[in-house]
């Protein structure tokens, strides 16, 4: 009987997983890939509605200016997301702040939906911001709620599901952006409504899993609610020192009140963490795998692959990076989360240089277009080995349980801002630099390899209280304690 309530439990855990990743970055990498299958139909879309209205069609360049928007106010959406994120988990929870996240799903469903019977390429736009703040929100908040409802011998694992997510999405985002399913020229409405569908499942699994025991205790106070999380989500398993822990931090540091962003870089006590959150956060979006998916039709093509069966060879990048983050939430507990970043960015820097080579001997040798094509391939997979689920549980792990709301918004803005300006800026590296385009990328994956070896602390295995200290330490060296530091900085009230 306490092996199947054991069991049963176990399944609570697993439920929560999914239920938060549904529709947390399962829609931001869903989101992120549909849209490329209906390019072509929605620019003419947009020239046939302004053509009705005015009797003119617009000229090409505006059609292009137009498109350009539809995608960048996603990342638009995602920054403006972020931004909310913390108020939104400190005030409602971050499990109710995941289930409110979808009022901005159903809207911008609504608006892909009647788009085209509207006649209205304005809704198209405004439903790109809403899902970007959808997907804002969820990328802070759900790696804020699985780590937190997570023991820490799994927190890694668990936090690494939301990498597992986005890859998952993406993969999707490919698949039913087929021409076969919802690709063709008459069904780009559903297939940007279909966001709903994700939705939809978080809303009806989601209540049906405990909030994190962390906010629970520490931020609400309640002993009671934490106590019942907890049972659900360990089983039969003896929680006395996991609540002893909580308590020790509740009490150490009750009365003070939760971090403003910017006030995350004033503190002398967080500048490893801030300066680890900023390196390595903006060296995942620096690193070149956008500008790689960006890249791979174009050396599909050369690779001599048909062009109608591109769409097909893409869905295999997106596999890679979901087969890759499998493997490293597997293994993170065992290896570690340097070895992971570190290993990564060097594999990075390696198949980059080689993908650089063959750009530049690619008219010299035949075979070279597919030497380029397995570079890309083996670029996604190191990037999903490490960079891409390890980077989001920085936050989680290196801040304290007042800071990290701030943390995540910080980490938001930056990876949203990197993000807008990967996007707009390499088409003119590619230009400008034409075959050496990826050497500022091989650049930023070398210092952040440098900046892990040296300044990134191991946090496998570690309670929350334990990784604070050793931060502590790091930024007063010298110092054993400071006779007013008390453990982790915690808040009672909801103000940010």
């Known amino acids: 009987m306490r092996a199947l309530q054991g069991l049963f439990q176990g399944w609570v855990l697993l439920l929560t997983i999914c239920a938060a990743g549904i529709g947390g970055t399962f829609q931001f990498g869903y989101n992120l890939s549909i849209i490329n299958a209906p390019t072509l139909y929605i620019q003419e879309f947009t020239n046939e509605t302004w053509q009705m209205r005015t009797g003119r069609p617009l000229p090409d360049h505006l059609v292009l200016l137009v498109w350009s928007l539809i995608v960048s106010l996603y990342p638009l959406g995602g920054l403006l997301g972020a931004l909310l994120a913390g108020p939104l988990a400190i005030t409602l929870g971050r499990k109710k702040s995941l289930l409110v996240n979808n009022i901005f799903v159903v809207a911008a ?32 908040v759900q790696p804020m709620y699985l780590g937190e409802s997570a023991p820490k011998e799994l927190r890694g694992a668990v936090a690494m599901t939301s990498a597992i997510f986005t890859a998952l999405g993406i993969v999707m985002g490919q698949v039913v952006g087929l021409r076969e399913l919802l690709g063709g020229p008459q069904a780009w409405p559903l297939l940007l409504a279909s966001c709903l569908v994700p939705g939809a ?7 049906l899993v405990p909030e994190s025991p962390r906010y629970l ?16 989500l360990r089983g039969p398993a003896d929680l006395a020192g996991e609540l002893a822990e909580l308590e020790q931090e509740r009490a150490a540091c009750r009365g003070r009140r ?39 039709s174009a050396m599909f093509v050369q690779a001599r692959i048909p062009p109608e069966k591109v769409q097909y060879a893409v869905i295999g990048t997106g596999g890679c990076e979901l087969l890759a983050t499998l493997v490293s939430c597997v293994v993170i507990e065992r290896v570690g989360r340097r070895v992971l970043l570190m290993g990564g960015y060097c594999l990075m820097t390696c198949w980059g240089s ?23 391939f083996a670029f996604i997979l190191s990037f999903g080995i490490g960079p891409a689920g390890v980077t989001g549980i920085l936050a989680t792990e290196l801040f304290d349980q007042m800071a990290r709301p701030a943390a995540y918004m910080v980490c938001g803005v930056l990876m949203w801002t990197m993000l807008f300006l990967v996007g707009l800026g390499f088409p003119f590296i590619m230009e400008g630099l034409s075959h050496f385009l990826y050497v500022p990328f091989l650049c930023v994956c070398v210092c952040a390899a440098v900046y892990t070896f040296f300044f990134l602390p191991e946090t496998k295995g570690k309670t929350f209280l334990e990784i604070s200290e050793e931060l502590y330490r790091l930024n007063f060296p010298g110092w054993s304690q400071s006779p007013m530091w008390r453990g982790p900085e915690v808040v009672q009230s909801t103000e940010l």
């Open 109 to 140: 469903a609504t608006l892909f939906g009647f788009s085209r019977r509207a006649g209205s390429f304005e809704m198209v736009m405004l439903g790109r911001l809403l899902v970007g703040v959808s997907a804002g929100v969820s990328m802070n």
């Open 201 to 207: 499942l978080q809303l009806a699994s989601l209540p």
């Open 217 to 232: 205790l520490i931020d609400r106070g309640d002993s009671e609610a934490c106590l019942a999380a907890l049972q659900r």
């Open 258 to 296: 939760a971090r403003r962003p910017w006030e995350l870089f004033g503190d002398r006590a967080l500048r490893r963490q801030v300066a680890s959150l900023v390196v390595l956060g903006g060296a995942m979006e620096l690193c070149g795998n956008d500008a790689v998916y960006s890249y791979a």
């Open 354 to 376: 080689v993908f650089t080579a063959a750009l530049c001997l690619q008219s010299s040798f035949p075979w070279m277009p597919y030497l380029a094509m397995s570079c890309i």
